[in-house]
Antibody
Framework: EVQLVESGGDLVKPGGSLRLSCAAS????????FNWVRQAPGKGLEWVSS????????YYADSVKGRFTISRDNAKNSLYLQMNSLRAEDTAVYYC?????????????WGQGTTVTVSS | SYELTQPPSVSVSPGQTASITCSGD??????ACWYQQKPGQSPVLVIY???KRPSGIPERFSGSNSGNTATLTISGTQAMDEADYYC?????????FGGGTKLTVL
C-alpha cells in the first residue's frame, strides 16, 4: 500500500526549532512533488510549502517564509520540514501530501499527520 | 492574496443531491480540486482537475468549474458522505484552500 508517515512533531517553546520528516513507501518517490499542509485545532487546512520532484521549484506560504525550509532526499524517499523561530500560531497537525504534477493533479496521498505544539 | 470562498455549512437529506460551491476570482482559469475530511482523519482527494475522480472515489461525486465558481456535487448523498469538504487551487506559485464546508446529512 502506498504510504506516507510523518514524524518529528513535539511540544516546543516559542522561538524554538523542530524538524519534521515524512517517509514514503511503495511508490516512486522521486517522480512526485510534495506539500506540507497544516491544520490548527478546530480549523481548516492551510498550505505551508511545496517542493517539486527534483527540488527545482520550492514555494512557501507567506506565514512561514523565512522561518521554515522544505527539503527532500530522493535517495532516502524522505521529505523534511525544518521549522525555526516557532510561534504559538504554528501549533497544528502537519500533514505531508504528494502531488504527481505540481499545480494540476491535486494531493492524492496524505500521511496521518504529526502534531506540533508551540507553548511555553 | 488570492482567496477561495466556501459556504460554512450545507445540509442535505439522504438520497438527495448536495452541491458545495467554491468561489474565487477567475477560478475557472485554474484547476480546482476537492478534498473530503472526516473527523480525526486525514483529507482524501475526491475530485482533481475540476472534474476527474481518483480511483476508488464513488461515481456519485462530480465536479465542475467555470467562471468564478467551482462546484462539488454529490448525487444520492449517503450518511457516510457527512464530512468537511475543502476546495483547493494553485495561484501564482501558492496553494490556496477554501475555508471548508461542513456537509450534514439529515
Amino acid at each position: 500500500e502506498v504510504q506516507l508517515v510523518e514524524s518529528g512533531g513535539d511540544l516546543v517553546k516559542p522561538g524554538g526549532s523542530l524538524r519534521l520528516s515524512c517517509a514514503a513507501s511503495r511508490f516512486n518517490f522521486s517522480s512526485y512533488s510534495f506539500n506540507w499542509v497544516r491544520q490548527a485545532p478546530g480549523k481548516g487546512l492551510e498550505w505551508v510549502s511545496s517542493i517539486s520532484s527534483s527540488s527545482s521549484y520550492i514555494y512557501y506560504a507567506d506565514s512561514v517564509k523565512g522561518r521554515f525550509t522544505i527539503s527532500r532526499d530522493n535517495a532516502k524517499n524522505s521529505l523534511y520540514l525544518q521549522m525555526n523561530s516557532l510561534r504559538a500560531e504554528d501549533t497544528a497537525v502537519y500533514y505531508c501530501a504528494r502531488e504527481r504534477r505540481m499545480t494540476t493533479d491535486g494531493m492524492d496521498v496524505w500521511g496521518q499527520g504529526t502534531t506540533v505544539t508551540v507553548s511555553s | 492574496s488570492y482567496e477561495l470562498t466556501q459556504p460554512p455549512s450545507v445540509s442535505v437529506s439522504p438520497g438527495q443531491t448536495a452541491s458545495i460551491t467554491c468561489s474565487g476570482d477567475k477560478l475557472g482559469d485554474k484547476y480546482a480540486c476537492w478534498y473530503q475530511q472526516k473527523p480525526g482523519q486525514s483529507p482524501v482527494l475526491v475530485i482533481y482537475q475540476d472534474t476527474k475522480r481518483p480511483s476508488g472515489i464513488p461515481e456519485r461525486f462530480s465536479g465542475s468549474n467555470s467562471g468564478n465558481t467551482a462546484t462539488l456535487t454529490i448525487s444520492g448523498t449517503q450518511a457516510m458522505d457527512e464530512a468537511d469538504y475543502y476546495c483547493q487551487a494553485w495561484n501564482n506559485s501558492t496553494v490556496v484552500f477554501g475555508g471548508g464546508t461542513k456537509l450534514t446529512v439529515l
